[in-house]
Structures are given as C-alpha cells and as structure tokens.
C-alpha cells in the first residue's frame, strides 16, 4: 500500500519567505509527527498529533514554526520568515496508535534550503 | 523528560567483522526503547524494539540489542556485518505515556571490504 507522502521532495528558497511542507500520512493512522533532520544534530521532534487531542508543540523551535492536521490527515507544517538556520530535512511519520504497539513509518522528507 | 545519547558518531569497521552501537537513555519512567535505520537515500524503517519481558531482543537483518536497567543502555550489535548495513542508526526512547518518541543523534555505520 501507499506509505507516507511528502511534498515537495525539495524546496529552495529565499530568506525572508514562508513556506509550507505537506505530509499525506497512511490512511488510518491516527498520529502523526514532524521531525527535523540537520547534519550532527540528529532527528529533532517538532511536534505530534493524536487523534482530536491537542498536538503536543513542544519542540517547535520558533513561534515562526506552526504545523496543522486537518481533518485528522493531511498536515501542513509551516514556516515563516525563513531563516538559513532552517535548512534541513523535514521528516513526516504517521502510525496507528502509542508507539510502542506500532512502528513509526516515515516519509522520505522535503529537504529544505535557505539562500 | 526522556532523552537518548549514542557517543558515538561514526563507527568503521571491516566486512565480517562484530560491531556494537552504544546507545544509553534517561528517564525517570519506565521506558520503551528503538532502533531505527536509515539506508541511503532511503527513509526510517525500525530495526527492533524492547518494550518489556526478554531484555535480549532480535531484529531484522541479523541485528541484535540488549536492555540494562543498570546501566541504562540499549546498545546495538551483529556478530558479523555485510556491505549492505552501511547506514544511519537512530536510537530512539518513548514512555508510558507514548506522547512522543525522541530520538539521538546517529551514529553512521561505515563496512568496509
């Protein structure tokens, strides 16, 4: 079946601009996360969605980062007034319930550049 | 809060040879524990897990880790390893309230003929 969707593969933009990621996650699969993935700085948790509960947001970095989940799927992470520090890749993945009964499966990012 | 550390960043090695990644957590909870690899150019998948019971657990591709409470480690091992197992290695640690799971930073495995 189809696994999780990420779009767009890659992104260039300028400093200064917004930009949105989106992550189509495995149909059913009620939570969802965004990490981070910088060169030395491993995987960072940004933020995680289950079902109708409130996202936990506690590892966003910046008040320019927000994400949504609507309609329970599709999640949209944004980030405005882009920064070089920004550059990274931005991994989605989804899973059916807690992790421990399930694994995460992972999308295959949107690697981000900041000019 | 828990967190994971793996020492190690980069670990070499020749093909055939064993080869363990460290891995220690904390966390003043109990605790369930990941591995997750990354092939090149390739996405997450997970590798093996411990949850509870056995500490010694298997994965996929001849992978191996084992669980200290003591030691707080759940370091990773193979007895022998192939070309193919050039990676990326996440530990990765979650607790009883399964809210988020937080992983280290890597440690890339480099196999060598």
């Known amino acids: 079946g189809a696994g999780v969707s990420q779009s767009p593969s890659n992104k260039v933009t300028e400093k200064g601009k917004d930009v949105e990621l989106r992550c189509d996650p495995i149909?059913?699969?009620?939570?969802l996360y965004w990490y981070r993935q910088s060169l030395g700085q491993g995987l960072e948790f940004l933020i995680y969605?289950?079902?109708?509960?409130?996202?936990?947001k506690s590892g966003l970095p910046s008040d320019r980062f927000s994400a949504e989940r609507t309609g329970g799927s599709v999640s949209t992470l944004t980030i405005q007034r882009t920064q070089q520090e920004d550059s990274a890749v931005y991994l989605c993945?989804?899973?059916?319930?807690?992790?421990?009964?399930?694994?995460?499966?992972f999308g295959n990012g949107t690697r981000l550049t900041v000019t | 809060a828990q967190s994971v550390t793996q020492l190690d960043s980069q670990v070499p090695v020749f093909e055939e040879a064993p080869v363990e990644l460290r891995c220690n957590y904390s966390?003043?909870?109990?605790?369930?524990l990941f591995w997750y690899v990354q092939y090149p150019n390739q996405g997450l998948q997970l590798l093996l897990k411990?949850?509870?019971?056995?500490?010694l657990v298997k994965g996929i591709n001849g992978f191996e880790a084992e669980f200290n409470k003591s030691q707080t480690s759940f370091h990773l091992r193979k007895p022998s390893v192939h070309i193919s197992d050039t990676a990326e290695y996440f530990c990765?640690?979650?607790?009883?309230?399964?809210?988020?799971?937080?992983f280290g930073t890597g440690t890339r495995l480099l196999v060598s003929p």
């Open positions: 993945a989804s899973t059916t319930g807690p992790t421990r009964e399930s694994p995460l499966h």
């Open positions: 149909s059913g699969h009620t939570a």
């Open positions: 969605f289950q079902g109708n509960s409130a996202p936990d």
């Open positions: 966390s003043s909870v109990s605790v369930y």
């Open positions: 411990y949850l509870s019971g056995s500490t």
């Open positions: 990765a640690v979650t607790n009883t309230g399964f809210q988020k799971l937080v």
